[in-house]
């Protein structure tokens, strides 16, 4: 059994910071890429930052430069870093790694997802 569990959503003003934490746990036996995803109420689920076990990283435009994805030493954490945040930033943000499991296949694996508001 393998879960990702996220933390550190809030609400904040615009201009503001957050820090989103995604814990991996369960019999895992190697983790592959770890991101995040959001979703905002109408909208589809889009990427929002991507890293590699090698630590190679992705951003979408809309977040370049103000966000930042890193990985913990043990590669079974992954944080957001999120500056300058803007209210169209607000949604539901999601992480999701590709994980094989004991005895399993690779496959991705989401969390439950946790609410970013930014007010203006």
């Known amino acids: 059994q393998v879960q990702l569990v996220e933390s550190g959503g809030g609400t904040v003003q615009a201009g503001g910071s957050l820090r989103l934490s995604c814990a991996a746990s369960g019999t895992i036996f190697s983790i592959n890429s770890m991101s995040w995803y959001r979703q905002a109420p109408g909208n589809q689920r889009e990427l929002v930052a991507g890293i590699s076990s090698g630590g190679y990283t992705n951003y979408a435009d809309s977040v370049k430069g103000r966000f930042t994805i890193s990985r913990d030493n043990a590669n079974t954490a992954v944080y957001l870093q999120m500056n300058s945040l803007k209210p169209e930033d607000t949604a539901v943000y999601y992480c999701?790694?590709?994980?094989?499991?004991?005895?399993?296949?690779?496959?991705?694996?989401w969390g439950q997802g946790t609410q970013v508001t930014v007010s203006s």
């Open positions: 999701n790694s590709l994980i094989m499991a004991v005895g399993d296949t690779l496959r991705h694996y």
